[in-house]
């Protein structure tokens, strides 16, 4: 077999106790969340110059063409989703401590405690 290998990508998880860099662990919260938003923001950059040279290069978007574009209600519904889901992601660390410090299933608030028993 002489063809071309393609190497096999694995996600990779860190097991255990995450290093802590400050002395306050509010900080390095702080400094996941800002690292991960950093992340995201430079690969989807990097896409969206992709996608923009593509297309301006076979003459299918014109200069200024996704600056104008409105989304429908339906494209802006998918947006909105998928920016929940980022924003879950970012503040992935600070969810996962407030789930510790609640209980996980906890209610939130004495509102959603009398909630609860009324129904």
Do not use: H
């Amino acid at each position: 077999m002489t063809g071309k290998k393609t190497a096999v990508r694995v996600k990779r998880v860190a097991k255990g106790k995450r290093p802590q860099y400050f002395s306050d662990p509010a900080i390095d919260k702080l400094l996941w969340v800002s690292v991960t938003l950093a992340q995201e923001l430079a690969v989807t950059r990097e896409r969206l110059d992709s996608v923009e040279r593509l297309l301006a290069a076979r003459g299918v978007l014109k200069a200024g063409a996704v600056d104008a574009y409105a989304p429908t209600p339906a494209v802006a519904a998918v947006r909105d989703q998928g920016r929940a889901d980022f924003i879950a992601r970012v503040l992935r660390v600070v969810e996962a401590e407030l789930e510790e410090v609640t209980g996980e299933g906890q209610p939130g608030s004495q509102q959603d405690v009398i909630d609860a028993v009324s129904r």
